[in-house]
């Protein structure tokens, strides 16, 4: 079970860190990639941004952080931050027993512009989500996992290829498992998109994913039934809406291609994502979010498909 690795550590002093510097650690060893900014707001007060930065510094001078620069691209000096060799020991020391991966500096330095803002836009899914769990009362996230994470038992979906049994690994960006404060209960299926994927390619990788969910090996992987598979797309303003609407309409056209499929169009969530950490809080808050079949927006946690109770288990598919 992956958890939120930065809530109530051991304020463990080794190798000369505070417990900033280690839940600093933590963090970038959990999520791999995150900007500053990132960082920021969820270890440090408001005022601290300049703190943060300096905090930073130290960890990459000295080696427990790598950090890369997405400057070629954007032209604005932004920095992502990820886990060097000597914070990979550091974390081992500390009892962090599955901390096994660090950025080598030559893989980092080639590392793409595309696969790198990919990457931090799933930490940032994932530090604008705790955010807003800390902000809002009742809210609880039960579980967390990353697809770095699952890659080494990633969850599998058997298939046949050339007359022999080879399953094949389905694994999202991200999955959470959400409480609410009604005691209602919501696993998020999370994909970030950046419009790298053809249509060809999306359909593929989505029937994958429904028969994932229809074979049994959903649940017996996650541990529950519930489901929402939400899409956020990155990049410009514009690209991004255009982006998430391409998306629904391939996904109508695959629920069209069975009439008993488009009673699972509840079941999907679109949605653009931006940068700033801040407006993210609408995701979670605000109809900003769309669905296959219907022009109208609705919120994140508005309809339920196989809604749980407290004690995980099956009840009404109606909405809330």
């Known amino acids: 079970m992956a958890m939120d690795k930065t809530a109530k550590q051991p304020r463990v002093k080794r190798r000369g860190l505070n417990h900033t510097q280690e839940q600093i650690l933590l963090l970038v060893s959990e999520l791999r990639f995150l900007t500053r900014k990132a960082i920021w707001r969820l270890l440090f007060s408001l005022g601290s941004y300049t703190h943060a930065g300096e905090t930073l510094h130290t960890l990459v001078a000295n080696g427990y952080l790598l950090r890369v620069s997405l400057t070629r691209a954007r032209g604005n000096g932004e920095f992502i931050y990820t886990l060097g060799r000597i914070g990979a020991l550091t974390l081992r020391e500390l009892g962090v027993e599955e901390t096994v991966w660090w950025a080598r500096p030559y893989e980092l330095s080639q590392a793409s512009f595309s696969l790198l803002t990919h990457n931090s836009a799933i930490g940032l899914f994932h530090i604008a989500l705790r955010l807003f769990v800390r902000e809002h009362d ?81 649940e017996q992987y996650f541990g529950t039934p519930s489901v929402q598979m939400c899409y956020l797309t990155i990049g410009t303003s514009e690209y991004r809406l255009a982006r998430a609407r391409t998306l629904r309409t391939w996904t109508e056209e695959l629920l069209n291609e069975n009439g008993r499929l488009t009673a699972w169009a509840h079941v999907f969530r679109f949605a653009s994502m931006g940068e700033d950490i801040d407006d993210m809080r609408a995701l979670f808050t605000k109809p900003v979010w769309t669905q296959p079949f219907s022009p109208d927006p609705v919120c994140l946690f508005e309809t339920l498909q196989q809604q749980e109770d407290e004690d995980g288990n099956k009840v009404s598919t109606s909405k809330s």
């Open 138 to 218: 009742g809210y609880e996230i039960i579980e967390s996992r990353t697809c770095y994470q699952m890659e080494r038992r990633p969850p599998r979906l058997p298939t046949i290829r050339e007359g022999r049994q080879a399953p094949s690994a389905v694994i999202p960006d991200s999955w959470v498992h959400v409480k609410l404060p009604d005691g209602r209960r919501f696993a998020l299926w999370i994909e970030i998109d950046q419009g790298t994927e053809s249509k060809t390619k999306y359909l593929t990788l989505l029937r994958e994913r429904l028969s994932l969910i229809w074979s049994g090996q959903y």
